[in-house]
């Protein structure tokens, strides 16, 4: 093995873009070249990586069309074969499907990295999720899982010998000499990328630390950093500032006397030895020791498995100063040890076998056959159904029922999706904003006597 190509929906900045850069850095050190493919048209946006060559602007999202998506798999088995590609590593999320196709058609092995429940379906409608669950994961010459949660969410469609558990891992070693004794600059670091589902978790973080009179320093951007930014403006949040996206996080952690955040947020954080409370989707978690650092890896430190404080807590349970990990006697071990576990990764890779041609393959033929010159998206469930009807796509049995479902029950499947109604979203907005000033109200009262 020598070249690797990187395929992903989107190369842009956050928790997926970081981990491919920490696997990049680690293979390259094993003597490996990197190729990265993605559908954005700006990958320079991401974190600086030292890629081989660079296939931009595929049509690799929800709404790409039959002929797109031939367009899309005749670009990457060309680029396979140029560069004389011998792993492919696919990421989230639509991509998965070129990906495998790309794979099949070129005889390459492909592993598949889940990064969460997200990347494992209900998100993309119910013809992905079938293509997804019933070829990709079924398929594929090994699937990555970064935790418990997503392995559990994977394992029925998928043969456990090709199936593991890899946790996201960072870089130990962290910064030395003087940027490790750095003098602080602030109580808190907060680093996330802003879209709507992180900044639900972080609104009540900002109110009940600066009701505390702790100041707050934001590293991040996205799609709601102009909600988040309005929310601090609205309240009066002045111990709030933001940074924008930066790439020096893990260093900039040590210059604070605390770190909040998520995800790989978490382990940096640990790594540059900074307390961490850990900010969920949902709510405040609170600090992890390391028996809740333990617990919350179930999840990848989403948090999902872990309580919310309770309001009349929350103040308490975030005064600073904290004791770090070190000071608690533990620090990350070798499972998140980035340079070990790609290391270990790409020795085991070099066994793996090539996928056979399957069903997105036959998906992809009978497209090409009958409908390439469509505009509708390859992924509609009504164009995934008529396939099954005319006869040229048939979905293999699924693992965990005896027998499969037949293809009447499966065209129904694809006929019947499920969406939120504007009801719903307007009654989860209200709930959130009623929790937002039962939460003000509890931090604006005075504390209780001693």
Request: with cysteine; charged share 20%.
């Given at each position: 093995?020598?070249?690797?190509?990187?395929?992903?929906?989107?190369?842009?900045?956050?928790?997926?873009?970081?981990?491919?850069?920490?696997?990049?850095?680690?293979?390259?050190?094993?003597?490996?070249?990197?190729?990265?493919?993605?559908?954005?048209?700006?990958?320079?946006?991401?974190?600086?990586?030292?890629?081989?060559?660079?296939?931009?602007?595929?049509?690799?999202?929800?709404?790409?069309?039959?002929?797109?998506?031939?367009?899309?798999?005749?670009?990457?088995?060309?680029?396979?074969?140029?560069?004389?590609?011998?792993?492919?590593?696919?990421?989230?999320?639509?991509?998965?499907?070129?990906?495998?196709?790309?794979?099949?058609?070129?005889?390459?092995?492909?592993?598949?990295?889940?990064?969460?429940?997200?990347?494992?379906?209900?998100?993309?409608?119910?013809?992905?999720?079938?293509?997804?669950?019933?070829?990709?994961?079924?398929?594929?010459?090994?699937?990555?899982?970064?935790?418990?949660?997503?392995?559990?969410?994977?394992?029925?469609?998928?043969?456990?010998?090709?199936?593991?558990?890899?946790?996201?891992a960072v870089d130990v070693t962290g910064p030395a000499g003087a940027e490790a004794q750095a003098d602080l600059e602030g109580d808190w670091l907060v680093a996330s990328r802003l879209d709507d589902a992180k900044v639900t978790g972080l609104e009540p973080f900002l109110l009940a630390v600066g009701s505390l009179g702790h100041s707050v320093t934001l590293v991040g951007d996205g799609p709601?950093?102009?909600?988040?930014?309005?929310?601090?403006?609205?309240?009066?949040?002045?111990?709030?500032?933001?940074?924008?996206?930066?790439?020096?996080?893990?260093?900039?952690?040590?210059?604070?006397?605390?770190?909040?955040?998520?995800?790989?947020?978490?382990?940096?954080?640990?790594?540059?030895?900074?307390?961490?409370?850990?900010?969920?989707?949902?709510?405040?978690?609170?600090?992890?020791?390391?028996?809740?650092?333990?617990?919350?890896?179930?999840?990848?430190?989403?948090?999902?498995?872990?309580?919310?404080?309770?309001?009349?807590?929350?103040?308490?349970?975030?005064?600073?100063?904290?004791?770090?990990?070190?000071?608690?006697?533990?620090?990350?071990?070798?499972?998140?040890?980035?340079?070990?576990?790609?290391?270990?990764?790409?020795?085991?890779?070099?066994?793996?076998?090539?996928?056979?041609?399957?069903?997105?393959?036959?998906?992809?033929?009978?497209?090409?056959?009958?409908?390439?010159?469509?505009?509708?998206?390859?992924?509609?469930?009504?164009?995934?159904?008529?396939?099954?009807?005319?006869?040229?796509?048939?979905?293999?049995?699924?693992?965990?029922?005896?027998?499969?479902?037949?293809?009447?029950?499966?065209?129904?499947?694809?006929?019947?999706?499920?969406?939120?109604?504007?009801?719903?979203?307007?009654?989860?907005?209200?709930?959130?904003?009623?929790?937002?000033?039962?939460?003000?109200?509890?931090?604006?009262?005075?504390?209780?006597?001693?």
């Amino acid at each position: 093995m020598q070249d690797v190509l990187v395929i992903a929906e989107n190369f842009s900045f956050g928790g997926m873009e970081t981990s491919i850069a920490g696997c990049v850095k680690a293979g390259r050190a094993c003597g490996l070249r990197f190729h990265l493919a993605c559908g954005n048209d700006a990958p320079a946006a991401g974190p600086s990586v030292d890629w081989e060559s660079i296939l931009a602007g595929l049509p690799l999202g929800p709404r790409a069309s039959a002929s797109e998506l031939l367009e899309c798999v005749e670009r990457l088995c060309a680029h396979i074969e140029e560069r004389r590609i011998s792993l492919i590593i696919a990421h989230p999320f639509i991509s998965y499907i070129p990906a495998l196709i790309a794979a099949e058609r070129t005889r390459v092995p492909v592993v598949v990295v889940v990064h969460g429940p997200s990347s494992a379906g209900g998100f993309y409608g119910a013809a992905y999720e079938l293509l997804l669950q019933r070829s990709v994961f079924a398929n594929a010459s090994a699937v990555l899982a970064v935790s418990e949660e997503t392995y559990d969410l994977v394992a029925p469609y998928c043969d456990r010998a090709r199936l593991r558990i890899q946790r996201n891992a960072v870089d130990v070693t962290g910064p030395a000499g003087a940027e490790a004794q750095a003098d602080l600059e602030g109580d808190w670091l907060v680093a996330s990328r802003l879209d709507d589902a992180k900044v639900t978790g972080l609104e009540p973080f900002l109110l009940a630390v600066g009701s505390l009179g702790h100041s707050v320093t934001l590293v991040g951007d996205g799609p709601a950093s102009s909600r988040l930014a309005e929310f601090v403006r609205s309240r009066a949040l002045d111990h709030v500032r933001f940074l924008g996206r930066r790439d020096d996080v893990p260093s900039l952690m040590r210059r604070f006397r605390a770190v909040a955040g998520m995800g790989r947020v978490v382990l940096e954080a640990v790594a540059a030895d900074r307390p961490i409370c850990l900010v969920g989707y949902d709510g405040i978690k609170g600090f992890l020791d390391r028996r809740l650092f333990e617990q919350a890896a179930w999840c990848n430190f989403s948090g999902r498995n872990l309580i919310d404080l309770p309001f009349d807590q929350v103040r308490e349970a975030l005064r600073l100063p904290h004791p770090s990990p070190s000071e608690e006697g533990w620090r990350l071990s070798s499972d998140h040890d980035e340079s070990v576990v790609w290391a270990r990764f790409f020795t085991e890779a070099r066994f793996l076998d090539a996928p056979a041609p399957g069903l997105v393959s036959r998906v992809f033929d009978a497209l090409h056959t009958g409908l390439s010159g469509t505009d509708e998206p390859y992924l509609s469930p009504e164009l995934i159904a008529s396939l099954i009807d005319t006869g040229p796509v048939h979905f293999p049995p699924a693992r965990t029922a005896p027998g499969g479902q037949p293809e009447t029950a499966l065209r129904q499947v694809l006929l019947t999706e499920v969406s939120h109604t504007a009801h719903a979203v307007s009654q989860l907005r209200q709930d959130q904003e009623s929790r937002f000033q039962e939460l003000k109200q509890l931090l604006q009262a005075p504390p209780a006597p001693e």
